[in-house]
């Protein structure tokens, strides 16, 4: 009879979870790739092709390869934000690209220390509200998604192999999404689905690695490779795994950078990336004695897909001063060499040490 009962109960639960799950609306955001070079958090790696894999010169080294860190013996704050054209976009773009970063919406900040950086990123930030009509029904559609990214990274290497280096990223996320759609019936909004208010948890890990002989550098990272969200009410996802490899030759003041990044266990989106630096340093003496180190780059570069045509390459141009322990970088992207559709990245750094 115990048997019975305990049977009858666990019978019951499963169907009041099962007519639950049945009673809750789709989770409106079909993919969770945000690794993609158009989000790149850099200004500097921005204006040099959109991967930056293999050169340490760079605050924001742990987002691309935590494994340049490895050779920093200082420390800095340093922050980005991002400006862009608006641009009209559809529900249907938006849960596409659950990536996406929205108008003056971007800001990262980082704290590098020896061999190890600390770092806060709103990896999604995304708000769209529109009223349209579908025959002879009218719609209304709210959509917000925020997804922020508080990351640790850490470098080491071996006394016994010198020219290798490894990282590690480990990121901890947390977000939530808010989404109603209506329809008027007469004067009065009826909703058409439930409203989804749902917190996400989640966790993930990079591992980077480089390789210097001479004036070469290897880098290789792969991206979000254990990786989990929870949603409060939804099953729970994986986070778009990517991988990205690099090859940089260092000159006396300037250096060739190559590197490709593609999407593991999905769909193939492979990228090719390019990328120049050029460096005019030099130093000027006071009237009392001290120094001031200065410097200027310029950096270029592109990216593509397949190099099918102008409209299908993203160019990059950037450029930085650096004054002693002051740092200010700027960077600009866009396809098909439309102005009007570009974005332009600016960071500022300060080294305390």
């Known amino acids: 009879m115990k048997k019975l009962v305990i049977s009858l109960i666990i019978l019951l639960l499963a169907n009041a979870v099962l007519l639950f799950a049945q009673a809750l609306p789709a989770l409106p955001i079909q993919e969770y790739d945000y690794h993609i070079p158009a989000n790149n958090v850099s200004a500097i790696t921005m204006g040099m092709g959109g991967i930056n894999l293999t050169n340490a010169a760079d ?7 935590p494994a340049l860190l490895v050779n ?7 922050t980005s ?20 970063l929205r108008d003056k919406q971007f800001m990262y900040y980082t704290l590098i220390t020896k061999n190890s950086a600390w770092s806060y990123h709103p990896v999604a930030s995304t708000n769209f509200s529109e009223i349209y009509t ?9 959509y917000d998604y925020q997804l922020d ?3 640790m990274s850490i470098a080491a290497k071996d006394d016994k192999y010198p020219g290798l280096a490894g990282g590690l990223n480990v990121k901890y996320l947390t977000g939530r999404l808010v989404y109603l759609k209506q329809k008027r019936v007469g004067s009065n909004w009826v909703n058409v689905e439930s409203l989804i208010d749902d917190k996400v948890k989640g966790a993930s890990a990079d591992i980077g690695l480089t390789w210097t002989e001479d004036r070469m550098v290897w ?3 792969f991206y979000d490779v254990l990786s989990r969200l929870w949603w ?25 950078l190559l590197s490709t990044q593609g999407r593991l266990s999905s769909s193939p989106e492979t990228t090719y990336h390019l990328g120049f630096v050029k460096n005019w340093s030099w130093s000027r003496s006071s009237s009392s004695g001290k120094s001031s180190d200065q410097n200027i780059v310029l950096r270029a570069g ?9 409209g299908n390459i993203n160019y990059t141009l950037g450029s930085g001063y650096n004054f002693n322990m002051f740092r200010i970088d700027f960077a600009m992207t866009n396809d098909g060499i439309r102005l009007r559709d570009s974005q332009y990245l600016f960071s500022v750094g300060v080294g305390i040490q």
């Open 72 to 78: 920093n013996n200082g420390t800095a704050v340093a």
């Open 134 to 142: 579908a025959g002879d029904v009218t719609y209304s559609e709210y």
């Open 59 to 65: 605050y924001f080294i742990s987002y691309d390869n």
């Open 149 to 151: 990214k508080a990351q």
């Open 302 to 310: 592109i990216y593509s897909k397949d190099f099918n045509g102008t």
């Open 232 to 256: 409060e009410n939804y099953s729970s996802k994986s986070l778009q795994r990517r991988a990205s490899l690099g090859f940089q030759y260092q000159g006396d003041n300037y250096a060739l």
């Open 81 to 100: 934000f991002r400006l862009t054209n608006g641009s009209e976009m559809s529900y249907a773009d938006l849960i596409k690209v659950s990536n996406l």
């Open 219 to 221: 880098g290789a990272c």
